[in-house]
């Protein structure tokens, strides 16, 4: 039984699913993290490859970008392919001066402009919000397994790469937001719909406020790599 977007047969994705935005990431992940990688799915190139970490099976398949994409494929591995835990590894944009280039953001909740907020029960915004069995296993993990500066809090979701309104950035920062990325919280909201748990782990690649802060290509591949690992000990966690 294949679904819209994805072509693998029942059973072939694990119940614990590793999603990068970026289907090359997907691919490499796949390629030096998993053990006995198969590629089960390849629909529109968003590759699903099913292998093991240290034994336990497990899946990684992008989302591609934005709200939209992820929502389509969060919810048919929850509903379709029995998937129980999915954590998005990707990067953000930070928005807070306690964040810099280079940290790792877990993040605890989303707040988005998405539509998604205010679609399910009339009249009420609702909360997207992490997995907390996840978080906790993340943050566990961030403390032994890496030296990189981990921090927890509520990122933005936005529907918009290229139009980021100074009030609302400026406003969100205010309340703590700590980074801007574009899928948590369809992936939150999908976890929330279909009763799976979701989680995202982020590495803060640019700064809006502070432009001169940049990474070597070296610094983000170990930066992604760390990130890779504490997201998969949450998934086994
Ligand atoms: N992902 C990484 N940086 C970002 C930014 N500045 N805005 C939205 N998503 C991002």
Not at 70 to 75: H, L, M, P, Q, R
Request: with cysteine; charged share 15%.
């Amino acid at each position: 039984m294949a679904t819209p977007h994805i072509a693998a047969e029942p059973g072939q994705i694990a119940p614990l699913v590793l999603m990068p935005g970026d289907p090359k990431r997907a691919a490499r992940i796949a390629a030096e993290h998993l053990e006995g990688a198969e590629l089960v799915s390849d629909v529109r190139g968003i590759g699903c490859w099913t292998g093991t970490w240290q034994g336990t099976p497990m899946s990684v398949m992008a989302s591609g970008m934005g709200v939209p994409s992820v929502s389509i494929y969060a919810t048919e591995l929850f509903r379709f392919y029995g998937v129980q835990r999915i954590v998005r590894v990707g990067t953000c944009g930070g928005m807070s001066d306690k964040v810099a280039v280079g940290d790792t953001i877990v993040a605890t909740a989303a707040h988005t402009n998405a539509s998604l907020s205010t679609l399910f029960v009339p009249g009420i915004s609702l909360s997207w919000t992490a997995s907390y069995p996840l978080l906790r296993g993340a943050m566990d993990a961030a403390a032994t397994l890496t030296d990189a500066t981990v921090h927890t809090g509520p990122v933005y979701c936005s529907d918009h790469f290229y139009f980021a309104n100074p009030d609302i950035i400026g406003g969100l920062a205010k309340y703590g937001t700590l980074g801007v990325e574009m899928e948590s919280a369809g992936l939150y909201a999908c976890a929330a719909a279909e009763g799976g748990e979701a989680l995202t782990v982020l590495t803060v690649s640019d700064h809006l406020f502070d432009g001169s802060q940049d990474m070597t290509s070296e610094q983000r591949e170990t930066l992604y790599a760390n990130s890779v690992r504490i997201a998969a000990a949450a998934l086994l966690a």
